[in-house]
């Protein structure tokens, strides 16, 4: 059966619900279609300890401030599944689950979305399927080889999963490397600290953010270069698109957030990184002078892609594996919008936050766009 809406919108998770509330406030006729049996999109997969690098009201999606954790003043993950819970509840957003979109087609004048759970034909599509989908593992030599435990960000839990690695008979913690200088290595490094032989490895030395800086100025930073941008937007693009890279983001503040599990770690000297090793063996990890390293685990804290292998079918890959875009718009797809993936979809687009505003965005573009008979 084929059933029919104005708009598709493609995941609902965070940006999917932004788009909702924008696409329903202009009352235009909508669906949203989403992977998961349950809300909360990647938030309900993360680790135990993960905490917000933003206060509650920093960290709010549009029309509704999400309200403060109590005892916390940076709210966990399970908080941020509980207010998008309620986020869809309270708008009203009807979210099919779980319906997983398998391909987005050109059919005519329509987009033809092919689900696990039957066909959408639409006038626009808003794809907002976030990146956690689609974990990033770097080619490093003897992978393959390892013996030890080897996950991504996406598998890690907790500490606990690493009770009993080490020596035997007993058990104990096992030597457990951690690649990456992000927030994630940088939170699982803090989070592994305490109770296992942690190695902590880094490209380059980690760059904190001064401590005093959360997510808060991280946002801020984004809103003043979206400013900026106005101005300068055919020239970033430009440098972008030649695959320079773009020094004016939030990065340049540094890369990692002092949240406080991290400040501890750091400021207990647990949180030293060693530069990266060259490749693995069996047993372990071999560094660039040769030495080795036993490793029980390793720990992928290498960053993710965009999920976007449902839009395969209209061949709109840009390098990078993304999809050249102006603004939220696809460049070479005007019915076709991306929410949520990065920068490249908006300023701060993969936040709680900043997400409010390209979708508000993709929303008045597609209201344009149906009006004028598209
Ligand atoms: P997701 O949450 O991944 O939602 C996408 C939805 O689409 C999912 O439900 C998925 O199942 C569904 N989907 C995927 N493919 C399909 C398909 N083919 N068909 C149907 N459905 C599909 N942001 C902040 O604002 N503050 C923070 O403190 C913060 N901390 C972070 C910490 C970590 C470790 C990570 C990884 C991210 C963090 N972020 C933070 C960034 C961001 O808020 C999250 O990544 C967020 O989950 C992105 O939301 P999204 O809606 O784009 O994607």
Redesign the pocket.
């Known amino acids: 059966m084929t059933r029919h809406a104005d708009v598709v919108v493609?995941?609902?998770?965070?940006?999917?619900?932004?788009a909702g509330y924008h696409l329903r406030r202009l009352g235009l006729d909508f669906v949203i279609?989403?992977?998961?049996a349950e809300?909360?999109?990647?938030?309900?997969h993360?680790?135990e300890s993960?905490?917000?690098?933003?206060p509650a009201a920093?960290?709010s999606l549009p029309g509704w401030p999400m309200p403060p954790q109590a005892g916390e003043a940076?709210p966990d993950?399970r908080h941020?599944v509980g207010y998008?819970t309620e986020y869809e509840r309270r708008y009203g957003l009807a979210v099919h689950r779980?319906?997983?979109?398998?391909g987005v087609h050109r059919d005519g004048a329509r987009l033809r979305v092919e689900?696990d759970s039957g066909t959408w034909r639409a006038r626009a599509v808003v794809s907002?399927?976030?990146?956690?989908?689609r974990p990033f593992l770097p080619a490093v030599p003897g992978r393959s080889a390892f013996r030890g435990r080897q996950l991504h960000?996406?598998g890690y839990r907790s500490p606990r999963d690493f009770a009993g690695l080490g020596v035997p008979p007993a058990g104990g913690w096992g030597s457990v490397f951690v690649v990456g200088g992000g927030?994630?290595g940088a939170?699982i490094a803090a989070d592994l600290a305490h109770d296992t032989e942690l190695t902590w490895v880094t490209q380059r030395p980690p760059r904190f953010l001064a401590d005093d800086i959360d997510?808060r100025a991280l946002?801020d930073a984004a809103t003043a270069r979206r400013r900026a941008l106005f101005d300068a937007a055919t020239a970033r693009r430009r440098a972008l698109d030649e695959g320079r890279t773009d020094t004016g983001g939030v990065a340049s503040l540094g890369d990692i957030?002092a949240?406080p599990p991290v400040r501890e770690a750091r400021d207990a000297g647990l949180l030293t990184a060693s530069p990266m090793f060259v490749r693995l063996d069996r047993d372990g990890v071999v560094r660039a002078d040769g030495t080795r390293a036993p490793a029980d685990a390793v720990i992928w804290c290498t960053g993710?892609r965009p999920?976007l292998?449902?839009l395969a079918p209209l061949g709109l890959r840009g390098r990078r594996g993304h999809i050249p875009t102006t603004g939220t718009r696809a460049v070479d797809e005007p019915r076709l919008h991306l929410?949520?993936?990065g920068d490249w979809t908006g300023p701060?687009?993969?936040?709680?936050?900043?997400?409010g505003r390209p979708a508000r965005d993709a929303a008045r573009d597609i209201a344009v766009l149906l009006e004028d008979g598209g």
Do not use: C, E, K
């Open positions: 493609v995941g609902g998770g965070q940006a999917g619900l932004a279609l989403d992977a998961q809300a909360g999109g990647a938030w309900r993360t680790w993960l905490h917000l690098f933003s920093y960290s940076y993950a941020v998008l779980p319906v997983r979109v398998l689900t907002a399927t976030g990146t956690w989908w960000t996406v927030n994630s939170q997510g946002f957030v949240v993710f999920a292998s449902h929410l949520g993936y701060a687009s993969a936040t709680l936050i900043g997400v």
